[in-house]
């Protein structure tokens, strides 16, 4: 045999061994997270691994000291949930798969790696700090200001389409585009009958909640966003449609406590650690510290060279930009720990009088408020999007979630408003505020209203 012939056979044979390798992640909530020699280019890219310097919670480590992980360890949970959804969906609706959309199992693995694709690089698009600073994202030409999915999107189209679609695993076996990952991403009628996945990236019971829940939880060191991950997985399914309509993703009747669950500790996430006053606060300081160290005062747009320049920031530059004292008075306060303090809350479902009282307390308390943050979340959305549930008696009786759970059923949007005061005015604008509940009690009780009684 030609010497030649046999290097160039044994370094084919290694390569083909090198692709077909798969890898291991360890995650402190999944256990190990296994990747093949595609997924762990596409990790290993500029674009991706700037996501290890994107806090997932931004500066929430300043009320709980262990929330210092990043959107890099998330994005990875996410594909992993994402992963063990898919499959459960395959094992327990087989049938339906194939009757409704024509699935075979060829076409399952095909899929499979596109939702593992789009689930891995769904938060690609983030800006420093993640969430916070969105408000600063520029306008695109029909008036509404651009998401982070808008950016995730744009990334993938660009930076990653070499990545994406040249590696021998792709063009082998799978043909992906760049394209197919984006359209999957943002819910394009490009990506055709894959739609159907997309819940697993973005709806009531998707990957990335199921993911963020349980990772934030763990790392603030909070109970409030456990749920039964594992019950969840055990009991999804896909529903035949009805009456003409597509098939959707739903749970089995066992398990639709697992699926209230999930939606309550997203509440008690949100309310207990999300929306604390004193990240709040900080959400505050550091959106207009960047005002300061933006150029323009905005983000780059996600198109151009612009991109480009939009993926330089990390939370590193901007934390190297503060420590040289850059970023005016907000700046300074981050830095400093020298935060702005809670004068007033109202309830977190507010009612109109609620909101009048705000309105008195902002009059009273005139040029000492420095901030009015309002708190505007659902919970949980019934009609179209309610989570289907799947009868154990019979399988074609279908109700949403609601029916079952009355709490879900009665869960309200919150609309909190919260009034920041400096630390130097906190006293006053304490007093102030005092003065003011006073009044509202002597008020009340002028109409006969005793506190404490019903």
């Known amino acids: 045999m030609d010497i030649y012939f ?13 692709l077909h390798q798969s890898y291991e992640i360890r995650c402190p909530i999944h256990g190990f997270i296994t990747l093949n020699s595609w997924e762990k280019e596409i990790i290993s ?7 290890r310097r994107i806090r997932q919670l931004a500066w929430t480590d300043q009320v709980y000291p262990g929330a210092m992980h990043t959107r890099f360890e998330h994005s990875l949970g996410v594909m992993h949930t994402a992963t063990l959804l898919f499959s459960a969906i395959r ?47 520029p306008k695109q030409e029909s008036g509404k200001r651009y998401k982070h999915e808008n950016y995730s999107a744009a ?40 739609l159907f996945w997309r819940p697993l990236i973005d709806g009531q019971m998707d990957a990335d909640r199921m993911d963020y829940l349980l990772r934030d939880s763990f790392h603030a060191g909070v109970q409030y966003g456990r749920f039964d991950l594992n019950r969840v997985v055990n009991t999804v399914l896909a529903i035949r449609g009805a009456r003409g309509r597509e098939p959707r993703f739903g749970i089995s009747e066992g398990g639709w406590h697992a699926a209230e669950g999930l939606v309550l500790a997203r509440y008690f996430m949100f309310t207990q650690v999300y929306f604390h ?3 709040v606060a900080y959400d505050v300081h550091l959106k207009r510290a960047l005002r300061e160290l933006l150029p323009g005062g905005q983000f780059p747009a ?42 007033y809350g109202s309830p977190e479902i507010s009612t109109e009088d609620d909101l009048s009282l ?24 019934t009609g179209q999007p309610d989570i289907p549930v799947v009868s154990n ?54 109409f006969g209203f005793v506190p404490g009684t019903s």
């Open 6 to 18: 046999l290097i160039d056979y044994i370094w084919a044979a290694l390569n083909v061994s090198d």
């Open 45 to 51: 890219h500029p674009a991706f691994q700037r996501l």
């Open 91 to 137: 094992r327990r609706s087989a049938n339906v798969l194939e009757s409704e959309l024509g699935y075979k199992e060829a076409g399952l693995d095909r899929d499979l790696q596109l939702v593992r694709l789009a689930a891995l690089l769904h938060d690609i698009g983030h800006a420093p700090f993640s969430h916070g600073p969105e408000e600063l994202f």
């Open 155 to 194: 990334i993938v189209r660009s930076q990653l389409k070499d990545v994406i679609e040249k590696h021998p695993l792709n063009t082998t076996n799978y043909g992906f585009l760049a394209e197919d990952v984006a359209a999957l991403l943002e819910g394009s009628t490009n990506a055709k009958q894959r």
């Open 277 to 279: 006053k004193t990240r």
């Open 302 to 343: 996600p198109t151009g060279k612009d991109l480009e320049k939009f993926l330089a920031w990390d939370d590193w530059r901007v934390l190297g930009m503060l420590a040289e004292g850059n970023g005016g008075e907000h700046g300074a306060r981050l830095v400093a720990r020298n935060h702005y303090r809670l004068a």
């Open 358 to 381: 705000v309105e008195r307390m902002k009059e009273a308390l005139g040029n000492m408020v420095v901030a009015a943050e309002e708190s505007k979340k659902s919970w949980y959305n």
């Open 393 to 446: 008696v019979d399988s074609k009786t279908v109700l949403p979630l609601s029916k079952f759970s009355n709490v879900v059923l009665n869960m309200k949007p919150n609309n909190q408003v919260l009034l920041y005061v400096a630390p130097e005015n906190a006293d006053n604008a304490n007093a102030a505020v005092r003065g003011i509940l006073e009044n509202e009690r002597n008020r009340q009780n002028s």
